[in-house]
């Protein structure tokens, strides 16, 4: 195979529908106050959950690479992986264990790094075209809720792996989550597969923990969204008066993650042209994390179309990769 020129499309920016702006003039105007957890990530934030990942407290990122390291060469085989597309790709630091499964026994010819941050992206084709010089490098910035449209065409005869890593989908509300699933498994040819990690059910204790370590890098990630509408929207948040919260739900099965403000106070956001008070108490959802087991992902494929095909777990049960295919 020759050498290829990697390719970065960009699809968010300036002028792309749904920004910042939307997200905190709707979040913030609904009777239980709310913002996405995408805002959560800009260059410092990822900074901070990059941290995180290496907590004592925060198992996922060790589960899942556990899986991928013990499980990558049963994944390729599985598959047939000539092309990866990774939604949510960051610095491809865990993809690469795939990548390398896939290029030992001659599979792989295309990797799609597929992520909100575009210089995240970037920075990442750029590795990995020094590492990898064969493979064919087709990066993709924009929100994976909106731009899904964008993933370049599959190539004929190359099976492709859709995968969604870290858990993430568990950020989505059940309906949300759904609909989110079925337009992936649409996207599914018949010899294609969807790489799903989902984090598991388990006691309460270790999952609160997780959420709210006790460095406090989890709460400085947390708060640091109302800094970025600060910086971005001219807000006046007296970021000090607000405090991270985090439970687990045991009827839901998934952790919230809030702000409470610690006083009462007045925010005004000039950019939205809004002005918001908060009562001594009042909370802003910032992240829910739902937790799965096997029987609950197994009723969301159903329900979209999906079958489950391979059940993957760490040695402590707390993690999970799943492939599916379309019915």
């Known amino acids: ?4 020129v990697p390719q970065v499309d960009v699809h968010v920016g300036d002028g792309t529908v749904r920004t910042l702006h939307d997200d905190v003039l709707d979040g913030l105007t609904r ?3 709310e913002l996405p957890p995408k805002h959560l990530y800009d260059a410092y934030g990822s900074e901070l959950f990059d941290r995180i990942t290496g907590l004592p407290e925060y198992y996922p990122t060790r589960a899942e690479r556990e899986i991928l390291t013990e499980r990558a060469a049963d994944i390729v085989a599985a598959t047939g992986m000539a092309e990866l597309v990774e939604l949510g790709s960051g610095t491809a630091s865990k993809t690469r264990v795939l990548l390398d499964a896939a290029t030992e026994v001659g599979t792989l010819r295309r990797y799609v790094p597929f992520d909100v941050a575009e210089v995240v992206v970037r920075d990442s084709v750029a590795a990995l075209a020094e590492a990898y010089p064969a493979l064919e490098l ?5 929100d994976f809720e909106r731009h899904l449209g964008e993933i370049p065409p599959p190539e004929p005869g190359c099976p492709r792996v859709l995968a969604f890593l870290g858990g993430t989908i568990g950020n989505f509300l059940p309906g949300s989550r ?3 699933l079925r337009e992936l498994a649409s996207r599914l040819g018949p010899d294609d597969r969807l790489l799903l990690g989902t984090d598991l059910v388990k006691d309460p204790d270790v999952l609160e923990a997780a959420y709210d370590d006790a460095e406090g890098v989890t709460a400085a990630f947390n708060r640091n969204v109302l800094t970025i509408i600060n910086r971005e929207l001219g807000a006046d948040f007296p970021v000090e008066r607000f405090e991270h919260v985090a439970f687990y739900d045991p009827e839901r099965r998934w ?3 809030r702000l409470r403000a610690k006083r009462a106070c007045v925010v005004t956001i000039p950019a939205i042209d809004l002005e918001v008070s908060f009562y001594r108490g009042e909370e802003i959802r910032t992240e829910i994390s739902t937790k799965f087991t096997r029987p ?3 009723s969301d494929y159903a329900a979209i179309g999906l079958e489950l095909t391979d059940w993957l ?3 402590g049960d707390r993690f999970a990769l ?3 295919r379309a019915l």
């Open 138 to 142: 087709h990066g993709v910035v924009g």
């Open 296 to 298: 609950r992902l197994e």
């Open 322 to 324: 799943s492939l599916a």
């Open 31 to 33: 009777p239980s106050k």
């Open 178 to 180: 759904r609909r989110f």
């Open 1 to 4: 195979m020759g050498l290829s």
């Open 255 to 257: 952790i919230e993650m």
């Open 313 to 315: 777990t760490d040695s």
